[in-house]
């Protein structure tokens, strides 16, 4: 099956006491046994749920991994992998990433005993001098947020697999349509499905999708005994969402390039971080890995202030001044006082998180009124 037929059909079957062809919201905590452990396949709602089922069924064919776990949110999928892991092991993590996996990383597993170091890893070989016998895991986001830089996520995964390390990337700027890290090596890849694989910003979700056969048994143990599930009518949300997922971020990377080139050639924009350029330092990779460059473009002002920034956020019409991203909807936000609040502020000018950087989640309005939009708020600076 194509990846366009997956979106609507893989994991998805009528309901076969009704033929409804929607899945149903299976809205309910047990289920009717026969007689002690003769039943359908369902227990315990905390266990399994079948709207959840068909979630993870559809989820596991769009990133061709074997299994997937759904998750009350991105971040709790997050946590259930760290929980695999023991006092003592060690993290490899991007530099640059969302600032919630930062502040879990730091602020809660560093209380248990897990340390992580945090590497720029355009360049995929300086891994080689920070692995120990104690690295466990390797965590890696790409594109970066907000810098956008790419990682390349083969040549890391050779290397983690030759040291047995376990890699898991975060894609849920790139979503499975730009990229799939399973195919590439990756041991995990775990998504926010708040943002585009929901799409529409009515969801808090998160998942693990693996082709690790241990690794997905240890998952649902862990799942199963810390509790953080989605509910049904969660899961059926981003189930709808995914059914358009090909044709919205396929229209998100179009505005998003459009973007890109009218923000370059602005005068009052110092710089635009958007992979698709041919100078832009890994769009080599980039090219390499992903079907387009995506739908986020972050820029930055030659009136480098914040207050120049927030003439900027407070200005527009159709980007709504708002976290997240990956909606049908354009957003605008502030990444130093907004996603990356929580990272120190001497970490993120090391990165070019500078106090007037912009980023934008570019949605599928028309790309006319978007770049009007844009302008106007531009001119107020
Ligand atoms: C939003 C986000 C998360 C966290 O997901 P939640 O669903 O908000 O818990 C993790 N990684 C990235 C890249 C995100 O954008």
Redesign the pocket.
Known sequence: MKFNTKVIHAGIEPDPSTGAIMTPIFQTSTYVQNAPGDHKGYEYARTQNPTRKALEDNLAALENGKGAICYS??????DAILKMLNPGDEIISTND??G??YRLMTKLFSKYGIKMKFLDLQEASVIQQHVTEKTKLIWI?TPT?PMLNVVDIKAICDFAISKSIWTCI?N??ATPYLQTPLDLGATMV??????YLGGHSDV???CVVTSDEGIYNELKFIQNAAGAVPGPQDCFLVLRGIKTLHLRVERSCQNAESIAHFLKNHEKVSKVYWPGFEDHPNHEIAKKQMKHFGGMVSFDLVSNTEESANRVMSNTHFFSLAE???GVESLIGHPASM?HASIPKVERLKVGLTDSLIRLSVGVEDIADLKADLNNALEKV
């Open positions: 949110s991105g971040l709790a999928a997050m990433l969302y919630g996996s986001e947020n975060d849920t700027f775990l998504h926010s499905a708040t943002k808090i979700h998160g997240s991203l990956g996603t």
